[in-house]
């Protein structure tokens, strides 16, 4: 049985997939890891060759506002290239936070990559 006990140290993982930045997000975003998550999710979207960006939250076990920041600022990133940000697996519990923010208009949510990648390239040559 899997329980929580505490804090999770954030773990990011950062790549590029067929020209796409992808960042993988596991463990806690905070005020204190905010910092390593958006240098992170910049230096993947100077390194893409195409506009967009993943997200993978699928391990994400908390997320504040600050960490919403960094998402906000790489879609303004992205739209300011002509791209787009998607999020993969996102928890129920963030899910609801950008409902209720309105930032799922902005930052929509798929369940898996492939979708992700099938709406971000249908932006091609927007």
């Known amino acids: 049985m899997n329980r929580y006990v505490g804090p999770q140290p954030l773990r990011v993982a950062t790549w590029v997939d067929h020209e796409r930045g992808v960042v993988e997000v596991a463990g806690e975003v905070d005020v204190y890891t ?43 990133r992205a739209v300011m290239a002509g791209g787009r940000v998607a999020l993969v697996g996102t928890r129920e519990n963030l899910l609801r936070i950008l409902r209720v923010t309105g930032l799922a208009k902005l930052l929509p949510t798929f369940e898996g990559t492939d979708a992700a990648f099938t709406w971000l390239d249908s932006w091609a040559g927007r």
């Not at 979207?45 to 939250?57: D, I, M, S, T, Y």
């Open 34 to 76: 905010t910092p390593e998550l958006r240098a992170a999710v910049a230096e993947v979207q100077e390194k893409a060759q195409r506009p967009h960006l993943v997200v993978l939250l699928g391990e994400l076990t908390f997320c504040d506002s600050s960490g919403l920041g960094v998402l906000v600022g790489a879609h303004k």
